[in-house]
Each structure stands twice: as structure tokens, then as C-alpha cells.
């Protein structure tokens, strides 16, 4: 506290304001950003703390007797500090190479060293554990297991989902990475639960639950800013018209963010995609090789027995934290030594194919319902009316009738070629498939 060497009037805060103002700027390292909004460093934590008027105003009120306190010149204060001209932008906040922990520790993630708390670090969070840079995963025998059973024991996809964790806790940019995870399969897997635990430790300020379809709309994607992990621990089944945020999302790209009722602005999201699923999303629009790359897909298939559950399994995770941090900084750090490229398993790649099939229902309709090797032929219009009939006892989207042409030549190589007056696809639909759908269509007419 500034010492003050008589009791007086408000007339004594008057004179002696600069004094008082300027011992709170360099005590406290009081920084305020181009948005107007003031941080103080708590040096018992190691980390810059947002001030809103209520906390600026009782940290003044720390520094002034209670005698000699006067309520309106108290708030002069608080609106002469509050008023300042900006020393600092949001960006400088969290340098990507640092990141504090709880015992005192900030470890540089790029070089392995270590120091002590200092405001020149500018760090806003912190990690809820010790530093221990010789953790094992056998320390941890709880969490072990449950990766284990999440994953199948495919150590691959547990060093994936490791390294993923690694990043959302540190101060690493995401879009280093070009990636957004999706975690797939039914329901009693484990894959929310994952989620949830990485959550606890990040701190869920520092994330913001939002599903895909309201994520691509216009108000969803600024709702990112500032955030480490951003998605949706239960994503539904979605039908988008397209998904460029994503790609610019996990990209860097600058953004033109807009809230409701609040001046627009461009911000870049330094953070990381997270989606838990049943069912991988479709959508239109651009899917080209360059979007279906930014989707790390990790497939969870073994669901959890209900009888052996354990309701309590994230508190006794959370008791493991210390090891859990460590252990995903680690394979964090050797992320990035690897040009920041995550750990992907052959299963990732095929999930990733296949899912460029399955989300173009045309792709979908050649691959399981024609012949491509056939010498056979068929009229263009007649596979333009099997494949919409098709779509419609599938319950899928029919591609653009002026898209089509275009697509089974990029895919497939099958040309459109004039015979006769008539337009040929050479592929065959399957006989089965034929009658597959005139049963279904004879039997709605019965009906």
C-alpha cells in the first residue's frame, strides 16, 4: 500500500493523485489495450488479469486510508487510470512460446527452458499444475487406461489426440497446424468426456461451445476471439451450404468479425477446432483436396459398457492433472519440431478419403451403385432420374444437374459423349439398384 503520511480531506487525494496513479501503473503494470480495456499483473500468479470497474475500483480504494476516502474523487481515479492511452495491443498478450505453470515455472515450448513469473512475459493464463518435465503416462494410470479404452489402444491416435491436447494448452497458434479434429463413433465411447477433461484444464474462459452450422453463420465465428478451443462436444447431424470459415479459421487468415449491436472488426483466430460427433457433417460449396486436408479425423468405435462406467472418472482425472499437462506439452514439442504437423495414422487418411465420398452424395451414388468397368453405357438422363431417385429414398442431397458432368470427369474420368442424338455416361448402374428403387417407388404407390 502507498504510504500516506497524514490523515487529510479529499483535497490530499487531489494533490497527491499523480503520486497515487502513477505508484498503481508500475506496481500493478497496468497496461491498457486499443479497446479500452485495462489489465493489472498479480505477480503472486504470473499472469495479467482483466480490471472491470468494480475490481479497478477496489484495488484504488487498497491504496487509499479509509479515513481520508472520498467517494468521488475515488472514481476520478478510477476513470483517470481507465482513460489512459493505449500501451499495449490484444496480440502482444501470450507470446506462442510461453506458457506459465502454477509452481512459479514458464517454459518456453520451442526451446525447453525454463524461467520464473515476470510481467515482461505478458501471460493472461495459466496452467492448473506443476511443471514436471520427467512425467510418463504410467504416472498417470488413470487417464492411461482411459485413452486406451477411447482408442482402442491405437497408440497412434493417442499420440494424435496427445499432441492436440499439447496445443490447446500452450499459447501455440492453432493455425500453425491447419487442422480442426473431429472425434466420431456412437454414443458411450468416452469422446465427450475427453472434451470435457481438456476443458477443465485450459479453463473454460478460454473456450467457447458452438456447433458448426451456427459457427458458419454470419455472428458465429467471432465468438472465437480470444479463445484456445473452440466446437462442440455433441455436434449433430448437419447440412451446410458451405464451410469457408473453417478453412480461413484454421488458416490465420484474418477475419471480418460481426456481433449484434456491435461494431464489426477483423481478428484472427490463434486457437484450436474441437468437434464430438456420431455423424462427420456434409456440406457444398468448396471441396476441393485443400479443405477435406484441414479435417483430422480420429474414429472412436468402442462404446463403454454401461456397467462399467465410472460416473466419477473426470474428478479422478483431474487428480492426474499434473502429469497430463506435462505429458501433452511433450508431444506438443515435438509437434512442432516436426514443421508443427500432428501425428496422423493411415485410419485418419482412409476416414478422410472416405469421407470426401460420403460427403458428395454423387461420389457416394458411383461408388456404390454403378459399374465403371462395364462396356456398357447409360443415358445421361436416365442416370440423372435413377441418381435423384436415389437421393430421395436415401434422404441425401442431389448434387446440381449442372455440376454432375463436371464432377464424375474430375473423379472419375467418365466423360459425357454423344451417340446417336443421345448423350452417354460409360458406366452401368447396377440391376440390383434398379430394382431396389422401382420396388420402393411401386410400394409408396401401393400406399
Not at 162 to 169: A, C, I, R
Not at 370 to 393: G, L, M, P, Q
Amino acid at each position: 500500500m502507498l504510504c500516506f503520511l497524514r490523515p487529510g480531506w479529499g483535497v490530499f487525494i487531489v494533490a497527491y493523485a499523480h503520486v497515487l496513479l502513477n505508484h498503481l501503473r508500475t506496481e500493478h503494470s497496468l497496461c491498457i489495450t486499443d479497446e479500452g480495456v485495462l489489465y493489472a499483473y498479480v505477480s503472486e500468479e504470473g499472469i495479467f488479469q482483466k480490471l472491470n470497474h468494480q475490481t479497478l475500483s477496489a484495488l484504488v480504494k487498497e491504496h487509499i486510508p479509509e479515513e481520508i476516502r472520498n467517494v468521488r474523487e475515488t472514481e476520478n481515479l478510477v476513470k483517470e487510470l481507465s482513460t489512459d492511452y493505449p500501451n499495449i495491443k490484444d496480440s502482444d498478450f501470450n507470446p506462442e512460446h510461453l506458457v506459465a505453470f502454477e509452481d512459479g515455472t514458464v517454459l518456453d515450448v520451442y526451446t525447453g527452458a525454463t524461467c520464473g513469473y515476470s510481467p515482461d512475459w505478458l501471460l493472461t493464463r495459466r496452467l492448473p499444475g506443476k511443471y514436471l518435465p520427467e512425467a510418463t503416462m504410467s504416472q498417470a494410470p488413470v487417464f492411461d487406461k482411459f485413452m486406451q479404452d477411447l482408442l482402442s489402444s491405437d497408440n497412434t491416435a493417442i499420440t494424435t489426440l496427445l499432441e492436440f491436447m499439447g496445443g490447446v494448452l500452450s499459447n501455440v497458434y492453432g493455425w500453425r497446424f491447419k487442422k480442426v479434429v473431429i472425434l466420431v463413433g456412437p454414443g458411450g465411447t468416452g469422446k465427450s468426456k475427453w472434451r470435457e477433461l481438456l476443458m477443465h484444464l485450459v479453463g473454460e474462459d478460454n473456450c467457447m461451445s458452438i456447433d458448426l452450422a451456427n459457427l458458419v453463420a454470419r455472428f458465429g465465428a467471432i465468438t472465437l476471439a480470444g479463445k484456445r478451443l473452440g466446437g462442440s462436444g455433441d455436434m449433430a447431424s448437419v447440412d451446410l451450404e458451405e464451410i469457408s470459415s473453417i478453412k480461413n479459421l484454421t488458416g490465420g487468415d484474418a477475419m471480418f468479425g460481426e456481433q449484434k449491436c456491435v461494431q464489426a472488426k477483423s481478428f484472427r483466430f490463434d486457437g484450436f477446432l474441437l468437434f464430438v460427433t456420431n455423424v462427420l457433417p456434409y456440406w457444398r460449396g468448396d471441396r476441393g483436396p485443400w479443405v477435406y486436408e484441414r479435417f483430422l479425423i480420429v474414429r472412436t468405435d468402442q462404446p463403454i459398457p454401461v456397467e462399467l462406467r465410472d460416473p466419477k472418472l473426470l474428478e479422478k482425472m483431474l487428480e492426474e492433472k499434473d502429469v497430463i499437462i506435462n505429458v501433452a506439452l511433450q508431444h506438443l514439442m515435438a509437434a512442432t519440431k516436426r514443421k508443427f504437423s500432428f501425428t496422423e495414422s493411415e485410419f485418419s487418411e482412409m476416414e478422410r478419403e472416405q469421407h470426401k465420398i460420403a460427403n458428395n452424395s454423387l461420389l457416394s451414388f458411383v461408388a456404390m451403385c454403378c459399374d465403371r468397368n462395364a462396356k456398357s453405357r447409360t443415358k445421361r438422363s436416365d442416370f440423372n432420374e435413377v441418381y435423384r431417385a436415389w437421393c430421395r429414398e436415401n434422404n441425401v442431397r442431389p448434387e446440381r444437374s449442372k455440376e454432375i458432368e463436371g464432377q464424375l470427369a474430375e473423379h472419375f474420368q467418365i466423360r459425357c459423349h454423344k451417340s446417336c442424338g443421345y448423350y452417354f455416361y460409360d458406366l452401368a448402374i447396377l440391376d440390383e439398384v434398379r430394382n431396389e428403387l422401382n420396388a420402393a417407388n411401386n410400394q409408396r404407390q401401393y400406399h
